[in-house]
């Protein structure tokens, strides 16, 4: 791609990754570095890259660079930790924004990116398997057992409000 | 020891003997009693141990254990999720919706569940990068060097692609980290130096043109060499300060010699010869006592003796013409004042009037003006008369007209001068397909 298509995709996509780290990460400084990095590999191989693969590229980057960053990031915060967190920063029932979000703190890695490429992007489990370099199975299974997960999350946190 | 044995504890007797702890006195007692007290079944088999059987699952539970996704089969509470999960994706076929719309209308204790999952579905609100000026790139780079910019302002101070705002601007970040300090050393290293490496077949690519003479070799030879030879000896002979001068000694009956010029020529030469010999046409017409030369070439008036010598007066003898004695003040041994003898009035001249000696020392005439006088005429076309003295252009000309007599009109000399006068260059030309040019 030409340098002028990189500069396309700048703004075609870095809102969408940045919603995408964002999500992902919970965290506005992390997930700005994301965005940085994953451009900044992509113009580091701009010469390689077609300008209509730019967007499956940054998104691989950014997945594999959030999954890297939470793996370094150490646990995942416990169910309990999250809705300790939710009773404190919200006097009334949180709404279901907040408690979603929270939820998807407590997935694994690769689940919530799955998660999120399918809701936010809309990406195919085909798309979604190549972009995350597993199989078509794996996808679905990741899927499926992140939206339980989502939905026990939501429910106990139902039961204790 | 054990309890005797009774309705309350037989099971733990019956589970020693299983595992082997009885006594045979015990398993005798445990005995009698089963055979007391037939309502007891436990004789009738072993007790059912892990291991024991068949432990291969029905083929109905094994199928039961199965699972795919989007899930298949019959919708029951324990696949209610996957199939809830699969509406959600759209991976349910149309048959399998109404049934699950059967199940839920039958079954509504789960509409919690529905809900629940249904909120799992994330809302794609619009999110705004804040600076996407940050990720945009050009080439070179635009703005200050950052962690992300490091490599392309690297590049483009190696290129000296880099303002000054932006080779400060890396100069500092450079001083303050030291991993982008080694990268700017490697990237320096990777500057390929050029090598002076020769081609070594270079003759073998080269091509000649065929050149066909239009004249022999030697002739173009032999011209090139007069030519050559011709404008060295007019360059010595305009351009030396000391070249030999001609000087017309003073006294009576001298003419000009014959052999330079005919009579017409002499008549031009000479136009004081043929008029009174008063002191008035003996002085130099004022043209003529203007030097003919520039003051570096100037020489002495013709009146006026070559060398300074003290002054006597003028014999007076008779006005015949005669060879006068050398002057013996002057070094014979010095070669540079070369005195012409005047040759005596030929029978040819004799027609002509004989000019007194007055007349003859009026002629200002000397040799060089006689032959500066021959070539205006016969070679450069001008006026034989020409007051301006010859110059460097005039023997350029006289050599171009020369070439040109010898190798035709393609041959001849030129020289390019600037504004100033200053020589630039020259063209040499002998011929159609010899010619030396130089230019500076």
């Known amino acids: 791609m030409t340098p002028a298509e990189y500069n396309s995709a700048v703004d075609a996509h870095a809102d969408g990754l940045y919603r995408f780290a964002l999500k992902h990460l919970r965290d506005t400084d992390q997930a700005k570095d994301v965005v940085q990095e994953s451009f900044a590999r992509l113009w580091s191989r701009v010469d390689q890259v077609e300008a209509a693969k730019a967007k499956s590229y940054l998104f691989t980057t950014a997945h594999h660079a959030m999954v890297d960053e939470v793996r370094k990031g150490g646990r995942v915060r416990r169910l309990e930790e999250q809705h300790a967190e939710l009773r404190s920063t919200s006097q009334s029932q949180p709404d279901l924004k907040a408690v979603l979000d929270a939820a998807l703190a407590t997935l694994p890695a690769i689940q919530r990116s799955v998660v999120l490429l399918r809701d936010l992007e809309g990406y195919a489990y085909e798309e979604i398997a190549e972009l995350t370099g597993l199989n078509l199975a794996q996808v679905k299974v990741y899927i499926y057992r992140g939206r339980t997960a989502l939905k026990d999350y939501i429910g106990q946190l139902d039961l204790v409000i | ?440």
């Open chain 2, 1 to 440: 020891m054990k309890k005797r044995i009774d309705h309350s504890n037989y099971e733990a007797w019956l589970l020693d003997r299983l595992e082997g702890r009885l006594s045979s006195e015990q398993e005798r007692e445990l005995e009698a009693f089963l055979l007391a007290n037939p309502d007891i079944h436990a004789a009738e088999g072993p007790l059912p141990a892990v291991g024991m059987g068949d432990d291969r699952l029905a083929r109905f539970d094994r199928e039961g254990l199965k699972r795919a996704l989007p899930p298949q089969g019959v919708i029951d509470a324990d696949s209610l999720d996957d199939y809830l999960i699969a509406r959600m994706e759209g991976d349910l076929g149309a048959r399998q919706i109404e049934e699950l719309e059967r199940f839920l209308a039958v079954h509504p204790q789960h509409a919690a569940n529905v809900r629940l999952l249904a909120a799992t579905k994330l809302a794609a609100e619009p999110v705004a990068f804040p600076s996407h000026a940050s990720l945009k790139r050009a080439l070179p780079p635009v703005g200050t060097v950052n962690v992300h910019t490091l490599p392309d302002h690297l590049v483009a101070r190696l290129e000296g692609d880099l303002d000054a705002q932006q080779e400060r601007a890396l100069a500092a970040y450079l001083h303050q980290h030291t991993d982008a300090r080694a990268d700017w050393d490697a990237l320096q290293r990777t500057k390929v130096v050029a090598e002076a490496i020769a081609f070594p077949h270079k003759d073998s690519l080269k091509r000649a043109l065929k050149v066909i003479p239009l004249f022999p070799r030697a002739v173009v030879r032999w011209a090139s060499a007069a030519a050559v030879l011709a404008l060295v000896l007019l360059a010595w002979w305009f351009r030396s300060p000391e070249r030999p001068q001609v000087a017309q000694a003073p006294g009576p009956g001298l003419n000009p010699p014959a052999a330079i010029a005919d009579q017409d020529d002499r008549a031009d030469l000479t136009p004081a010869v043929e008029g009174s010999a008063s002191e008035e046409h003996r002085q130099p017409a004022p043209d003529q006592q203007r030097p003919m030369f520039p003051d570096p070439l100037r020489r002495a008036p013709l009146n006026e003796p070559v060398r300074e010598v003290p002054h006597e007066p003028a014999p007076q003898e008779a006005p015949m013409a005669h060879v006068p004695e050398p002057d013996e003040r002057i070094d014979p041994l010095d070669p540079e004042p070369v005195l012409v003898a005047q040759a005596t009035p030929t029978a040819a001249q004799g027609q002509q009037p004989v000019a007194s000696g007055a007349a003859a020392n009026a002629d200002p005439r000397s040799l060089g003006d006689a032959l500066a006088g021959v070539l205006r005429e016969r070679v450069l076309d001008r006026p034989a008369d020409e007051q301006r003295a010859l110059d460097a252009t005039d023997a350029v000309a006289a050599v171009d007209r020369g070439l040109k007599a010898v190798a035709g009109e393609r041959a001849g000399l030129s020289v390019q001068r600037d504004d100033q006068g200053r020589q630039r260059g020259f063209s040499l030309r002998l011929g159609r397909n010899l010619a030396f040019t130089a230019s500076r």
